[in-house]
């Protein structure tokens, strides 16, 4: 069968069972074209996105299909969606969400997340839907340049006092989004599987989200 690419997917060369092949779903053109950079282009794959979702525990399953970002991950996937999505077929085998490190980022993770919930059940399920972490600030130490990534507001506060106790003088970087990452810094974090930080998502997540984003209690998948 002949694969028809996405307009704004920039595909690996390997895909399948075995491949190892991942698909960033990246927030925005800019960041997107900061991973396609320094990406592995044998393996790993990006499809950007822009705006919010659309809920798909919400609306109507009409409404997700005809959705333009979902319309291209069921593409670039292949291997359909709700009931007729088999996991044996998936071109990737991770799908990884990169946002920006702010609320509106773990919003736009939340809402794919429920997306998968619905349309890609299997894939969550076997935990092969992630959230790739941005750090919030670098935090280099003068007394014996190093640097220290962190990831939230509270690592922050108490690596900061950390090295400050023991003596070290300081110089913080807050970086603002994933387009104000430096490529080295985008690639350790969020793109290389040795160094980066995961948060591989399942049911508790998807239940968690459907409680503030959904109708409520949590619902019965399509599968």
Same mark, same amino acid.
Request: net charge neutral.
């Given at each position: 069968?002949?694969?028809?690419?996405?307009?704004?997917?920039?595909?690996?060369?390997?895909?399948?069972?075995?491949?190892?092949?991942?698909?960033?779903?990246?927030?925005?053109?800019?960041?997107?074209?900061?991973?396609?950079?320094?990406?592995?282009?044998?393996?790993?794959?990006?499809?950007?996105?822009?705006?919010?979702?659309?809920?798909?525990?919400?609306?109507?399953?009409?409404?997700?299909?005809?959705?333009?970002?979902?319309?291209?991950?069921?593409?670039?996937?292949?291997? +359909?969606?709700?009931?007729?999505?088999?996991?044996?077929?998936?071109?990737?085998?991770?799908?990884?969400?990169?946002?920006?490190?702010?609320?509106?980022?773990?919003?736009?993770?939340?809402?794919?997340?429920?997306?998968?919930?619905?349309?890609?059940?299997?894939?969550?399920?076997?935990?092969?839907?992630?959230?790739?972490?941005?750090?919030?600030?670098?935090?280099?130490?003068?007394?014996?340049?190093?640097?220290?990534?962190?990831?939230?507001?509270?690592?922050?506060?108490?690596?900061?006092?950390?090295?400050?106790?023991? +003596?070290?003088?300081?110089?913080?970087?807050?970086?603002?989004?994933?387009?104000?990452?430096?490529? +080295?810094?985008?690639?350790?974090?969020?793109?290389?599987?040795?160094?980066?930080?995961?948060?591989?998502?399942?049911?508790?997540?998807?239940?968690?989200?459907?409680?503030?984003?959904?109708?409520?209690?949590?619902?019965?998948?399509?599968?």
């Amino acid at each position: 069968m002949t694969f028809t690419a996405p307009v704004k997917l920039d595909d690996c060369r390997r895909h399948g069972a075995g491949s190892g092949a991942e698909l960033f779903l990246v927030e925005g053109d800019s960041a997107a074209g900061s991973v396609k950079l320094v990406r592995d282009a044998a393996t790993q794959a990006v499809l950007p996105m822009q705006g919010k979702p659309l809920n798909a525990a919400k609306a109507s399953p009409d409404r997700v299909a005809a959705y333009p970002l979902y319309r291209a991950l069921v593409q670039a996937m292949g291997a +359909g969606d709700g009931p007729t999505f088999d996991l044996s077929r998936a071109r990737y085998e991770r799908v990884i969400l990169l946002m920006d490190a702010d609320v509106d980022g773990i919003h736009c993770a939340a809402l794919m997340c429920l997306y998968f919930y619905r349309r890609m059940w299997p894939l969550l399920e076997q935990r092969r839907v992630a959230i790739a972490h941005a750090p919030l600030a670098v935090i280099l130490s003068e007394t014996d340049d190093s640097r220290r990534y962190v990831y939230d507001e509270t690592e922050y506060r108490d690596t900061a006092q950390a090295l400050r106790a023991e +003596g070290h003088a300081l110089q913080v970087v807050r970086y603002r989004g994933l387009a104000g990452l430096e490529l +080295g810094t985008l690639a350790a974090t969020c793109v290389r599987p040795a160094t980066r930080v995961l948060h591989p998502l399942g049911r508790p997540d998807a239940d968690a989200m459907l409680r503030v984003l959904g109708r409520g209690e949590p619902q019965p998948t399509l599968f």
